[in-house]
T-cell receptor, first 115, second 117 residues
Framework: AQKITQTQPGMFVQEKEAVTLDCTYD???????LFWYKQPSSGEMIFLIY??????QNATEGRYSLNFQKARKSANLVISASQLGDSAMYFC????????????FGSGTRLSIRP | DTAVSQTPKYLVTQMGNDKSIKCEQN?????MYWYKQDSKKFLKIMFS???????INETVPNRFSPKSPDKAHLNLHINSLELGDSAVYFC????????????????FGQGTRLTVV
């Protein structure tokens, strides 16, 4: 069985500070991918970053980086120098690369950036 | 060009009606999905299709029936709508390349806000 857990329902951060959004996962698949999506108030889902389970290095995309700790089964998203436009819901997601095609999502973290 | 498009964006309808939500992707992806986002923002998968074949059918009422005429389309038909069906429904697609290290990020449509009154 696969499971994604985001333990922070909401967070407030001062503008320009770095923020870490927590994500832990559980899977029996030997190979899997981890994703983070941003959902602003407009409702669309925006892909941010991807980490493959066999990737040796942590993924980075601009101000986003993924702190991947395989042994601890965690895939935290780090946003550096937060901006007001970062205020949104953030979802951690996982796809196990077995025969079934399924991406599962965590419950999300609502991030609010204070000016 | 929009990668994954779903229509309509908003749908308000009365209980008991039958409605459809359409989804099309122009990315050439093999796999398409339907997700339901509840009032608490939790995203739950409903269906997954790979090359027009149903792969996953999670525990959803039989009133929900996906239709995939070709691999670029996955429509969601809902019969006898109930108040509890009110939610935002997302269509998504990804490229399924088989096993091994992959980057199968999913691309999402803009969502359809369904309100049943």
């Amino acid at each position: 069985a696969q499971k994604i857990t985001q333990t922070q329902p909401g967070m407030f951060v001062q503008e320009k500070e770095a923020v870490t959004l927590d994500c832990t996962y559980d899977t029996s698949d030997p190979s899997y991918g981890l994703f983070w999506y941003k959902q602003p108030s407009s409702g669309e889902m925006i892909f941010l970053i991807y980490q493959g389970s066999y990737d040796q290095q942590n993924a980075t995309e601009g101000r986003y980086s993924l702190n991947f700790q395989k042994a601890r089964k965690s895939a935290n998203l780090v946003i550096s120098a937060s901006q007001l436009g970062d205020s949104a819901m953030y979802f951690c997601a996982m796809e196990g690369y077995s025969s079934a095609s399924k991406i599962i999502f965590g419950s999300g973290t609502r991030l609010s950036i204070r000016p | 060009d929009t990668a994954v498009s779903q229509t309509p964006k908003y749908l308000v309808t009365q209980m008991g009606n039958d409605k459809s939500i359409k989804c099309e992707q122009n990315l050439g992806h093999d796999t398409m999905y339907w997700y339901k986002q509840d009032s608490k923002k939790f995203l739950k998968i409903m269906f997954s299709y790979n090359n027009k074949e149903l792969i996953i059918n999670e525990t959803v009422p039989n009133r929900f029936s996906p239709k995939s005429p070709d691999k670029a389309h996955l429509n969601l038909h809902i019969n006898s709508l109930e108040l509890g069906d009110s939610a935002v429904y997302f269509c998504a697609s990804s490229q399924d390349l088989g096993t091994g290290p992959l980057n199968t990020e999913a691309f999402f449509g803009q969502g359809t806000r369904l309100t049943v009154v």
